[in-house]
């Protein structure tokens, strides 16, 4: 039945794939010659000859799409990821398109040794419309399956085994998005208290011994295995025991408490040895990123230069104060740096407090810094911090010395957040965490940032940062 399901939705977005692809083929036409959008310069190409490669297009783009994970049954994937992965998808099959047309150039006619090339303001056009159609598709299709989904259609049933803190953790996400389609059947825990007993309105089944039963009674689609790490035998079991039956299996690990276990094998003279603190932002990657921060940071200082006198001008005019605001944070390897901002509060803000959180409504700051830290807009001289190196555009946030001491002894693997660079953005922040928020969540968001480091997570943090991450909990 799942298979089933599967095979349905895929074959759904491969239709809209292949519409939107080829209504972007004759948009890009139109746009480009019968408009004459840039203006024409050698006349309108015979059409014929861009049919010819019609159907290459409609052939190589499904392919394109499948070795890009376009159409796995993944009900959890973002629109944002969904949208990069289409964007890098899209570029490569167009890539593929002008290497063959480049090394197969056809004659204009039969008498004609001039060659005939497709138009790059054509390419340029399809591809632009192509992205964009291609996305509308899917946001479309995902949009009447979440519909059928929340009107009760096509559920997928779970079974979390363990109805400890991590179980409910699970139950509490799959009931805040149920337009992904999982119904929650039950949970499955050895703990004699719990039986019979219903958490989150999700009722506890029976012990793990019944999870056999369970499986084919409830008509159970997924296991989700929820245990702590104590519980590794009874772990090894249920896992032998549901690999029998044709459900999906997905392990569900405490994130703090295997955040250091991205584990690589190496080499000792000879002698196997597993490093648990193996990073993927290492060697090239970390070139490639500190490349990345300067493009960014000068791009945007060069941008942004025009309105920093604006800016100055009006935090000088409130108090005559200074303009820069520098504050010792910790970064890289634990070192300290001084971070630049725009003053946003008073002179000598912290000399009767000391170092302290800003809370909401803080009467520290000034009229004009208030909406500077509402937008964010004091964050904007760390630019020159990723210039000189001592930050990055993208990464944990970094924190004041006094309350690094004060967490690294109060929270598990805190001090790991310091293994990369401090970022102005983060996947922490563009998820609400900032500011005077849990400390324990952040450092969870913080660890899988690290632990999952790609080229694609950043793209997807600053575009998250762009829609709505400016404005979290900036106090």
Known sequence: MIRKQKRSNALLYLT???????LAFFIAWLIRFELGIPPLTKGIPDFARYLQVL??????????FYFHGLYQSRRDRSRVDEALTIMLAVFFATFLI??????????????????????????????VADLFLVVAARVLTRYALQRRRLAGHNLQRILVVGAGNLGKEIVSKLQAHRELGFEVAGFLDDDRGKAGRRFLDVPVLGTLRDVESALETHRIDQVYVALPLEAHRKMMRIMEEV??????????????QYATHHASLEDLDGTPVINLSQVPLQGWSSLAKRAMDIAIASAGLIVLMPFFPIVAWLIWREDRGPLFYKQERMGLDGQSFMILKFRSMRVDAESSTG?????????????????????SIDELPQLWNVLMGEMSIIGPRPERPTFVHEFKHKIPDYMLRHRVKAGITGWAQVHGWRGNTSIKKRIQYDLYYIQNWSFLLDLKILWMTFRSGLWHNAY
């Open 98 to 127: 002008s290497a063959v047309q480049a090394w197969y150039r056809p004659t204009l006619s039969a008498d004609s040794d001039t060659l005939f090339t497709y138009s790059r303001a054509f390419i340029g056009i399809f591809v």
């Open 243 to 256: 690999s029998r039956h044709c459900v999906e299996v997905k392990l569900v690990p405490d994130v703090l």
């Open 16 to 22: 809209g794939d292949l519409v939107a692809t080829l």
């Open 355 to 375: 170092p302290v959180w800003a809370i909401k409504g803080d009467s520290r700051r000034t009229a004009w810094g208030s909406f500077m830290r509402q937008w």
């Open 55 to 64: 159907p290459i297009v409609l052939a190589v783009w499904p392919v394109v």
